[in-house]
């Protein structure tokens, strides 16, 4: 088989077939040579300057045939070079051989189609450039969309309103290639602005800014209500920036104003240092995005408290809040001194109540704390009023009773909850309670005051023992 394909053309290169053409094409010349020779060597010396001359031809012939094939093959040879360098290296190389025949136009049509790729390449790096580019611009605005997601659920969520505004800087900071993102805020009342948080490099530095009002910068973002940018096409005054350079440590920002009803309570910012830069309308508007949450988040915030204060009952036991316990205190203490009539007030706290909840759990502690708040409030009269005040503390506002009155009322309850939990077969199960009493203007002429002496009357009562009601110098003794 080896043998076949060394003796078959079909496996040869184009040269080594010229040089059979060429023998091939010089075996006739050299046969007719030959027979001239044998033939016509005798003849006179004129004939023989004739043999020679035909001799002459025919060996010119064949050196003209061999020389015009070997150039064809030598053309075709460059072309078949210059294909295989396309499709081996993509790195197409001039192919054409200047001859105006069929392996010129082969060669023109491969240079074209060389041309044409060299083109379509050009493009094609251009194209995946533009594609990383726009990859990477795909992948920030899916991170600002995460942000965004995130920081929507802790809104809704009804997450600490520091919580909320520190992941809008940590996401913030992501835009435009930012060293730091920042957070300047004002209270209702106040003018001045103090940094309220920061994130980034040089968080120390800028957490020790406050803004004047007056302040060239961020005062007109207040007063006018419209973005800042400084980049390599908006820039300030050399002594403003000098300013800002001192007091951020960056050469480039965008600070948004943040709304609250209608006044601007808060510039949320971001920067870089790098020298020339230039800051495009999508990082604007993507930050405006932003600071918008964080006003979602300031209105959120300033509701919750307005409903807070607008509670007075607490949602687990039905009793009366803290709030509207020291509200109702201080106004029964006005009362009681207009009137010379007493007030007193009373302070329950469960004993071994943490050791409880751990032993069985927040909802069997949660039911305890519901069956205590039923005993106390089927204990009082109507006019009193029974609050929770603490995780497991209740009180008693207690119009027209004196301290002994308080303390005889006290007393009872702490001997009904006592009872309640007597038969419990588990001695971790029977719970008691501590109390204290206070009386104005006996122990002060004020809710707080009122409030603090019955809570020191409690921790005593507890350091004594537990289960004991302590008010009067003189306290009953406990069973």
Do not use: W
């Not at 993507?286 to 408290?305: C, R, T, V």
């Amino acid at each position: 088989m080896l043998k076949k394909q060394m003796m078959s053309l079909s496996s040869r290169g184009l040269r080594y077939k010229l040089k059979i053409a060429f023998a091939l094409m010089t075996i006739l010349p050299l046969l007719v040579s030959l027979y001239i020779i044998m033939n016509y060597s005798n003849v006179p010396g004129p004939a023989k300057i004739y043999v020679f001359i035909l001799m002459s031809i025919s060996v010119a012939i064949a050196v003209v045939g061999f020389m015009i094939i070997k150039e064809v093959s030598d053309r075709l040879i460059s072309v078949t070079a210059a294909a295989k360098s396309i499709a081996l290296n993509g790195s197409p190389e001039d192919s054409s051989v200047g001859h105006m025949d069929e392996v010129g136009d082969l060669s023109d049509a491969l240079s074209q189609m060389t041309q044409r790729i060299r083109s379509n390449m050009d493009e094609l790096k251009v194209y995946s450039e533009k594609t990383k580019e726009i990859n990477i611009e795909t992948q920030q605005r899916v991170m600002m969309l995460s942000g965004l997601l995130q920081i929507s659920s802790l809104i809704s969520l009804g997450a600490r309103l520091e919580d909320i505004i520190k992941v809008i800087s940590e996401k913030a900071k992501l835009l435009a290639t930012s060293d730091s993102a920042y957070l300047l805020f004002r209270e209702e009342n106040q003018e001045a602005f103090y940094m309220k948080t920061a994130d980034g490099m040089n968080v120390q530095q800028l957490m020790k800014i406050n803004i004047d009002p007056k302040d060239d910068l961020f005062g007109r973002v207040a007063r006018t209500n419209k973005p800042l940018v400084l980049d390599t096409e908006n820039s300030a005054p050399e002594m403003v920036l000098n300013n800002f350079f001192e007091k951020f440590g960056l050469k480039n920002t965008i600070a948004l104003p943040v709304y609250l009803m209608g006044r601007v309570m808060a510039i949320l910012g971001i920067g870089n240092t790098r020298e020339s830069f230039t800051y495009s309308k999508e990082d604007l508007e993507l930050l405006d995005i932003f600071a918008k949450q964080i006003s979602i988040a300031l209105e959120n915030n300033l509701l919750m408290h307005r409903v807070e204060t607008l509670e007075i009952k607490d949602a687990l036991t039905g009793a009366y809040n803290e709030g509207f316990i020291r509200n109702r205190l201080q106004e029964e203490i006005k009362r009681a001194i207009t009137y010379q009539r007493p007030c007193s007030f009373v302070v329950f706290n469960i004993d071994n109540f943490q050791k409880y909840r751990q032993e069985f759990g927040t909802l069997q502690a949660e039911a305890i704390l519901k069956r205590v708040s039923t005993i106390v409030r089927d204990s009082v009269s109507e006019i009193d009023r029974v609050g929770r005040t603490g995780g497991n503390e209740f009180a008693i506002v207690l119009p027209e009773k004196n301290k002994r009155k308080a303390q005889d009322l006290a007393e009872d309850i702490r001997k009904k909850i006592e009872y309640t939990f007597m038969e419990e077969r588990d001695p971790t199960k029977r719970l008691t309670i501590s109390g204290g009493v206070s009386e104005n203007p006996l122990d002060g002429i004020s809710a707080e005051e009122l409030i603090i002496k019955a809570r020191e009357l409690v921790d005593l009562a507890k350091k004594q023992g537990k289960n004991r009601i302590l008010g009067l110098k003189e306290p009953p003794t406990c069973l």
